[in-house]
Structure formats: C-alpha cells, structure tokens
C-alpha cells in the first residue's frame, strides 16, 4: 500500500486567467495600488459612487473584500461612467446588498447594461417617442 501511494502525483491546477471577465491575478502586486490607478480613470461622481457602494458591499456581503473589490474594478474598466453610475443606482435602489448580492452581481448589472444600452435606447424611443420637433 504504501508503493501505491508513493506512485500517485498530485497535481495541482491554477487558474490564471477568469474566463468571465479576464481577470489575471498579480500575487506580487499591490492590490491597493491596482484600485487607485482603476478610479484614477474615472471622473469624479463614479468615483465617489464605486467607493461609497463597495463600502456597503465589503460591511454586508460577509463574502466580498479588497480582493473582490480590485476583480469587480478590473470587470468593469472598459464600461462608460453613465452606464456604472446607472447600474450602481439600480443596485442600490434595490438594495442587493442586503441580499447578499455583492460585487459579482453588481459587475453583472453594469456590464449588461452596457452590451444592451443601444436596444433599451431604440425601445424606450419606440415606446415613448421622441420629442417634439421645435416649430418657430
């Protein structure tokens, strides 16, 4: 028995790369310096919206942390400010974070709003109309 068990190898299987969002890992890299350079591009209202809804996410969501924070900023760094400001105000509105939704699901809401944007623009035009032209 104990020939059988020198023989057996385990093999350990990393992943580098998450295939939902590409996210890569540094190990070595300051997690801290990574957020700040991601906020960096944005302007100043999305900032302080990532910021004071991470800080409800991180207190609520025992599961969510830094690390969390720095994959949900990674996801989103190719969205337009108009579209997170959106979704963060649809995410709160709801209150997600109090169901334990954290910063997965939230990364879910602005991306998908940002890959249907342009429909909900056409639909809501269809539905609504457009306004009136100006008659002088």
Partial sequence: MEKREKNVKSVRITMNKCPACGYQSKSN?????????????????????????????????????RYEFHKFLFGIKECRDQLI????????????????????????????????HDTIVENERKRLGSTPPIIQ
């Fill in 29 to 65: 890299r300051n997690i801290s310096l990574d957020i700040r350079d991601l906020l960096k591009v944005r302007n100043k209202r999305t900032r302080e919206q990532i910021t004071r809804i991470a800080k409800l996410i991180i207190n609520n969501v025992p599961s969510d942390s």
């Fill in 85 to 116: 400001d959106y979704g963060i105000e649809t995410y709160y509105n709801n209150r997600s974070f109090e169901h334990g939704k954290g910063f997965a699901y939230l990364r879910t809401v602005i991306s998908n709003s940002d890959k249907n």
